[in-house]
């Protein structure tokens, strides 16, 4: 997290919480605010952590500047595909 973090966003780490998380369409999912990163059960992994450490840079929506820094994130330090990414977000609806 903190390579990561220094990499994209110079300021302060957020503080990674291990939370219920907030209730959503009646599922609780993790979320950030502000400088805290809040993990739910059953989404404390790393697709989480990258997501949420996304939102943290300051991109709220899930527009194109945000899937692209997510998909950068991905492919630098977890040598996920960046193939691969993009076939994923396709076949669930991601818009690029």
Known sequence: MKR????YKNSDLPILFK???TL???KWLSYNLENEIHLAPGQRDYLTLVHEMC????H???DKKFVD???DILEEFFNIDRGELELAAGLFGVHR
């Not at 990561?4 to 990499?7: D, L």
């Not at 939102?55 to 300051?58: D, E, L, Q, T």
């Open 55 to 58: 939102h943290a840079m300051g």
């Open 24 to 26: 959503y369409c009646g």
């Open 4 to 7: 990561i973090w220094k990499e």
């Open 19 to 21: 939370s219920k998380g």
């Open 60 to 62: 709220d929506n899930h």
């Open 69 to 71: 820094l997510e998909f």
